[in-house]
């Protein structure tokens, strides 16, 4: 852990904390000013849930910001020590090296096979998947759409960024019409590459879904609606009311060949269009 470094300067006081820190919740530093001491109140800290390590995501990928959102999560319903990550391959595999949780490494798509599994056999623990668009809705299609259809009680965290991230950015099933990538240099053509698919619509109409959002990060706004639904979508486990889906609309400045600024305003501009922020399933009653 490293201790916050303070130096006066002749204009008054700057103050570095490494992120890397920042976990010690209503911390107090008084430093002396030029009008007095100031004094200083940490309000932001790591969660618990997330380990000290320092991020290899590429700059203004959106997976760090969800990865936040989903460990405030765990430690707000205090679950972190009975909780079971499933990984699926792609960008996404990585969280068993962010996560201070346990993790199983599922097959290419299979994730929701095995986290019915693990929530079968450890009925107690809370699991959850955290998945890629090509990881869930290409090769793992079968796995999602039974999965969600039997209610299995588990959540499924989908990061959507229209793109195959770690493979080196092929088109996939969320690619939006007119994309390039590199296997489609033209662009997706509808005709011969089909539409893209809204996974959260596409589940909210099974009758095991209890819940099915979509959200995005790109906005102060946004990040704090989808804080809420994360939540929920956890509380519905929780709560043993079944199977809780959340898409989040994310950003691969590396693959769209644009820097984080315009991958951040593409979210906005092409993707929400297309992909409808919002509730599609919310079924207390199941």
Known sequence: M?????????VGVTVTVSPQAVMFVHARISVPGPRGVINMQQVFARPQSLKDVQ???????????VHR???EALDQFGVQNSTIGVASVGCSVFLYGYFDIDVVEAPHGRAP????GVKRAKPESFVFTYQ???????IGTAEIIHAANRGE????????NTTYGMT????APTTLVGQKTSTSPYGRDKKKDGSPIRMAELLAQLGGV????????????????????????FQYQVEGKGFSFVEVLASCPTNWGVSPLAANARIAEELIPYFPLGVFRNDENL
């Open 153 to 160: 009680d588990i959540t499924v965290i989908f990061v959507n």
């Open 55 to 65: 991020t290899h995501f590429c700059p203004g990928c959106h997976h760090g910001t």
């Open 69 to 71: 959102l989903v460990a």
């Open 210 to 233: 209890a819940y099915s959002a979509r959200v995005a990060v790109d906005s102060p706004k946004h990040l704090l609606e989808a804080k809420k639904v994360i939540k929920r979508a």
């Open 2 to 10: 490293y201790s916050p470094v303070i130096r006066r300067c002749t």
């Open 168 to 171: 080196g950015g092929q088109m």
């Open 113 to 116: 096979a095995v986290a019915t």
């Open 132 to 138: 890629g668009d090509g990881d869930l809705a290409a």
